[in-house]
């Protein structure tokens, strides 16, 4: 399994961006699908995720500016930033539970990360 992220790049501060992780390759089922993001010098961190059943859980720090969402026909997840701050600035990866047969519990699989530069 494959996930290949985009949608990252620079704006300014209140601008807003969209990224975009799409899973591709022997895929079965994918279950929780989920944006982290890691600021230089912190640790990785969760900012959203969705079920299979797009139930959806956010960080305090992105509620009412963020949004997850999900295309289950494409494998692919989304995360609508908006009013965009500063302290948004990272790079942002995505994270999906997938099996790959119906036979084989789901595993974690990681995109490769895109940078989100947010300027004041």
């Known amino acids: 399994v494959q996930l290949q992220a985009s949608g990252g790049g620079l704006v300014q501060a209140e601008g807003f961006l969209r990224l975009s992780c799409a899973a591709s390759?022997?895929?079965?089922?994918?279950?929780?699908m989920a944006w982290f993001r890691q600021a230089p010098g912190n640790q990785r961190e969760l900012v959203a995720v969705?079920?299979?059943?797009?139930?959806?859980n956010y960080a305090d720090s992105v509620k009412g500016r963020f949004t997850i969402s999900r295309d289950n026909a494409k494998n692919t997840v989304y995360l609508q930033m908006n009013s965009l701050k500063p302290e948004d600035t990272a790079v942002y990866y995505c994270?999906?539970?997938?099996?790959?047969?119906?036979?084989?519990?789901?595993?974690?699989?990681w995109g490769q990360g895109t940078l989100v530069t947010v300027s004041s």
């Open positions: 994270n999906v539970a997938a099996a790959r047969t119906a036979w084989e519990p789901p595993r974690n699989y």
């Open positions: 390759g022997s895929i079965f089922r994918v279950n929780v």
């Open positions: 969705i079920s299979s059943g797009a139930g959806t």
